[in-house]
Nanobody, 129 residues
Framework: QVQLVESGGGSVQPGESLTLSCVAS?????????IGWFRQAPGKEREGVSR?????????????FYADSVKGRFTISSDKAKSTVYLQMNSLKPEDTAVYYC????????????????WGQGTQVTVSS
């Protein structure tokens, strides 16, 4: 059983930056897991933001993978020694406002957004002037 805890959310102005952290504990922590960042804005469906593979790379999508809406602004990285995955978010926009979740699992070779078994509780990101 893997536990995930996100942190680093907050309220910022448009154009500013935040770095989210996702710390894993239990099981083998991050070893071999695909880690995804998702977000859910009020009244909207949850959407995938970024994904970094464990051992499940795929010829169908890049690794790491980014949604078009964040490509060039967000960067995902991992520190296996710290069992932590980061999401560096630059040039934030009001439309990035959402609760951000990290998720871990075996991943999928068909979609960067499938194959997650464990979810964190989420951290709120608010971008407003």
């Amino acid at each position: 059983q893997v536990q995930l805890v996100e942190s680093g959310g907050g309220s910022v102005q448009p154009g500013e930056s935040l770095t989210l952290s996702c710390v894993a504990s239990g099981g083998d922590s991050l070893d071999g897991y695909a880690i995804g960042w998702f977000r859910q804005a009020p009244g909207k469906e949850r959407e995938g933001v970024s994904r970094i593979s464990g051992n499940t790379g795929s010829p169908l999508f890049a690794d790491p993978f980014y949604a078009d809406s964040v490509k060039g602004r967000f960067t995902i990285s991992s520190d296996k020694a710290k069992s932590t995955v980061y999401l560096q978010m630059n040039s934030l926009k009001p439309e990035d406002t959402a609760v951000y979740y990290c998720a871990a699992g075996g991943g999928s070779g068909y979609s960067p957004w499938l194959g997650y078994d464990y979810w964190g509780q989420g951290t709120q990101v608010t971008v407003s002037s």
